[in-house]
């Protein structure tokens, strides 16, 4: 039987969690073992105990997420079972068994209407039942009297599976002459194989941290959405015109954040990290999609 560590990732056919699964090679000190909901029900407190009972994680990276941020508007339900009760019955479990969580959150526990780049200690006001969702999720964390892990708040998070802007913006390109896309909404893109990079260095360096700490991730460099689909059109090599439009031409039934640039001075400092910028980043996932 392995003594190494086993690592527990929930969501695992996110985007995150793919990019997790791709670095089980690299990380053969640890026994992962990657569930979904339909292996685990996170939201499901008694099935999830007895499951945890056998698996036994000494570390639990949660990636679950309700991310429909316009459907949340409406299922709200649904979206709290999953981003604020299943984040608590986890961190139970890891309080109670000695467990290291990561949980991931999100830029849209802010209200967007800061001028320069959000810090870990900056007032939380959520816009949104998303948002709102996400925080009461950290907040639960904290109120199992903080159990040994990290919250990361991440913002435009994107890789070359599942749902997400950069693959929206490859497939709409290559079938339209022009696409309109709002240049005042402000932030940074995140590639998820960057983040589960930096988890992972996180991890190594678990033994130092006690209690839950907040931290805030993201590429480096700051863009609008226009100016990000620009550079994937470019990069992609996809002969498509990309027109700047406010937010008010482009209305949704739940609030984007109109700034939500983070510093990621603190993630640094603590754990060491290099993060590459945004541009680089984009430029390589292009590489590897095509």
Same mark, same amino acid.
């Given at each position: 039987?392995?003594?190494?560590?086993?690592?527990?990732?929930?969501?695992?056919?996110?985007?995150?969690?793919?990019?997790?699964?791709?670095?089980?090679?690299?990380?053969?000190?640890?026994?992962?073992?990657?569930?979904?909901?339909?292996?685990?029900?996170?939201?499901?407190?008694?099935?999830?105990?007895?499951?945890?009972?056998?698996?036994?994680?000494?570390?639990?990276?949660?990636?679950?997420?309700?991310?429909?941020?316009?459907?949340?508007?409406?299922?709200?339900?649904?979206?709290?079972?999953?981003?604020?009760?299943?984040?608590?019955?986890?961190?139970?479990?890891?309080?109670?068994?000695?467990?290291?969580?990561?949980?991931?959150?999100?830029?849209?526990?802010?209200?967007?209407?800061?001028?320069?780049?959000?810090?870990?200690?900056?007032?939380?006001?959520?816009?949104?039942?998303?948002?709102?969702?996400?925080?009461?999720?950290?907040?639960?964390?904290?109120?199992?009297?903080?159990?040994?892990?990290?919250?990361?708040?991440?913002?435009?998070?994107?890789?070359?599976?599942?749902?997400?802007?950069?693959?929206?913006?490859?497939?709409?390109?290559?079938? +339209?002459?022009?696409?309109?896309?709002?240049?005042?909404?402000?932030?940074?893109?995140?590639?998820?194989?960057?983040?589960?990079?930096?988890?992972?260095?996180?991890?190594?360096?678990?033994?130092?941290?006690?209690?839950?700490?907040?931290?805030?991730?993201?590429?480096?460099?700051?863009?609008?959405?226009?100016?990000?689909?620009? +550079?994937?059109?470019?990069?992609?090599?996809?002969?498509?015109?990309?027109?700047?439009?406010?937010? +008010?031409?482009?209305?949704?039934?739940?609030?984007?954040?109109?700034?939500?640039?983070?510093?990621?001075?603190?993630?640094? +400092?603590?754990?060491?990290?290099?993060?590459?910028?945004?541009?680089?980043?984009?430029?390589?996932?292009?590489?590897?999609?095509?």
């Amino acid at each position: 039987m392995s003594s190494n560590p086993t690592i527990l990732v929930c969501g695992s056919n996110g985007q995150l969690g793919s990019e997790l699964k791709q670095l089980e090679d690299l990380c053969t000190q640890y026994d992962f073992i990657f569930t979904d909901v339909d292996e685990l029900d996170i939201t499901e407190r008694e099935s999830l105990f007895t499951n945890l009972e056998v698996i036994k994680p000494d570390i639990i990276i949660n990636c679950a997420a309700y991310t429909a941020v316009d459907k949340a508007e409406t299922e709200i339900e649904d979206a709290y079972l999953i981003n604020a009760d299943a984040p608590y019955f986890l961190a139970e479990y890891a309080k109670q068994n000695h467990a290291f969580l990561v949980h991931i959150s999100t830029d849209y526990v802010f209200d967007g209407l800061k001028a320069s780049p959000y810090i870990e200690s900056d007032d939380v006001n959520p816009q949104t039942e998303y948002g709102k969702s996400k925080l009461q999720g950290e907040e639960s964390i904290i109120d199992v009297i903080k159990p040994d892990g990290v919250i990361i708040r991440t913002s435009w998070l994107y890789s070359s599976t599942g749902n997400n802007f950069v693959k929206t913006i490859l497939r709409i390109a290559k079938e +339209k002459e022009e696409i309109k896309v709002v240049d005042d909404q402000i932030g940074c893109p995140t590639w998820a194989a960057d983040l589960a990079a930096a988890i992972m260095k996180i991890i190594e360096q678990r033994e130092n941290i006690s209690g839950t700490h907040l931290y805030l991730y993201s590429n480096e460099g700051i863009c609008s959405w226009f100016e990000f689909a620009k +550079k994937i059109v470019e990069y992609a090599k996809i002969d498509c015109k990309i027109i700047p439009i406010p937010t +008010k031409d482009y209305p949704l039934p739940a609030p984007r954040p109109a700034y939500s640039a983070m510093s990621k001075d603190k993630i640094i +400092k603590s754990f060491g990290l290099k993060i590459p910028h945004w541009e680089g980043s984009l430029k390589q996932m292009l590489e590897q999609l095509q």
